[in-house]
């Protein structure tokens, strides 16, 4: 196969070739439902429907975000050519004198944005690499990336996504506080979403015969917006059961996270999600933006006892 050399070796044995578009008669997500999750319009809130989307759901599509089509396009097109480099390359790119990670494997979802990492063999052969991207580290690429030009588009690139992220998600959080009816100061909200803290993750499904993606799990973040390609995959739990998220074009896939859970008193939850069974038709991408709060973000709730933020984020890795 001609890009299994960018894949980790133990991944290659697990590939398969690629194939022509599927037949009907292979089901694409293995019998999981479809359903028609909510879609919220950024540049239009009903604020009825959000409540809805964030009481009943905790995951929903979010359009009219404002980005620009050609950026989106350029994110998918500059992710796909940095995920496409030689393996070796990307250990080394992406390695410990970088400010990203490349991580591939199992990885359990981790809020310092550093994944903890296993071989697929050890956990159920689940198969996904991906770079994990520091927004604060981006603008600090610079010296790694002069002789590199391709890791120089890289960065111009995200930079630029990640302010329009970091905008659509300080209007939808103003909004889903407001359902609240929630009174924070200016300090409090921007410490619920610091900038320092936020993670920008790209990653990438490999073609294979059949295996799971991403375990189940919940993001510890406050919220995570997520970009996945045509090919779909993203499923999560709604009452007992898995569901399918349809890719809806010019669209992100907002989840709620662990921390929107404690700051809303467990009115909104944060949604179980988790990347299907890739069966053999091909490469799957998502790039996901999680906000998180500030490591000093105090949490208070009367369902919880008080806590910082990064007292929750050890928790997390301990459990790991
Ligand atoms: O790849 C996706 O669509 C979702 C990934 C995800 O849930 C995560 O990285 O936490
Ligand atoms: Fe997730």
């Known amino acids: 196969m001609s890009n299994s050399v960018s894949y980790p070796p133990e991944f290659r044995p697990l590939m398969s070739e690629p194939t022509e578009p599927e037949k009907s008669t292979e089901p694409a997500l293995d019998r999981i439902k479809d359903i028609d999750i909510p879609v919220l319009n950024l540049e239009d809130l009903?604020?009825?429907?959000?409540?809805?989307?964030?009481?009943?759901?905790?995951i929903f599509h979010l359009e009219n975000t404002g980005i620009p089509l050609t950026l989106m396009s350029q994110v998918k097109e500059i992710t796909e050519s940095v995920l496409s480099l030689?393996?070796?390359?990307?250990?080394?790119?992406?390695?410990?004198n970088s400010p990203l990670s490349y991580y591939w494997g199992t990885h359990t979802v981790s809020p310092s944005g550093k994944a903890v990492t296993r071989a697929p063999q050890e956990s159920s052969g689940h198969l996904f690499e991906g770079i994990n991207i520091p927004l604060a580290s981006l603008s600090r690429l610079l010296p790694l990336s002069c002789s590199d030009p391709k890791l120089e588009?890289?960065?111009?690139?995200?930079?630029?996504?990640?302010?329009?992220?970091?905008?659509?998600?300080?209007?939808?959080?103003?909004?889903?506080?407001?359902?609240?009816?929630?009174?924070?100061?200016?300090?409090?909200?921007?410490?619920y979403l610091s900038e320092l803290t936020g993670v920008i993750r790209v990653q990438r499904y490999?073609?294979?015969?059949e295996s799971p993606g991403l375990e189940a799990h919940t993001d510890s973040s406050v919220i995570s917006i997520i970009n996945q390609d045509d090919v779909g995959g993203l499923e999560f739990m709604k009452d007992g059961q898995w569901f399918?998220?349809?890719?809806?074009?010019?669209?992100?896939?907002?989840?709620?996270?662990?921390?929107?859970?404690?700051?809303?008193?467990e009115e909104y939850k944060s949604v179980l999600h988790k990347v299907g069974k890739r069966m053999k038709k091909k490469e799957r991408y998502s790039i996901v933006y999680f906000v998180f709060p500030d490591?000093?973000?105090?949490?208070?709730?009367?369902?919880?006892?008080?806590?910082?933020?990064?007292?929750?984020?050890?928790?997390?890795?301990?459990?790991?």
């Open 153 to 191: 588009s890289f960065r111009v690139v995200m930079e630029e996504y990640g302010k329009h992220v970091t905008r659509i998600i300080v209007t939808l959080f103003e909004a889903i506080i407001e359902t609240l009816s929630l009174e924070l100061s200016g300090d409090q909200k921007m410490s």
């Open 206 to 209: 490999p073609q294979c015969t």
């Open 244 to 265: 399918n998220v349809k890719p809806l074009a010019n669209s992100f896939v907002i989840g709620l996270g662990d921390m929107m859970q404690v700051i809303s008193d």
């Open 86 to 96: 030689p393996f070796e390359e990307k250990r080394t790119l992406f390695g410990v």
């Open 295 to 320: 490591k000093d973000c105090m949490f208070k709730s009367s369902r919880y006892k008080p806590f910082k933020f990064s007292e929750f984020e050890a928790q997390v890795k301990l459990d790991v």
């Open 46 to 58: 009903d604020m009825e429907k959000l409540i809805e989307a964030c009481k009943d759901w905790g």
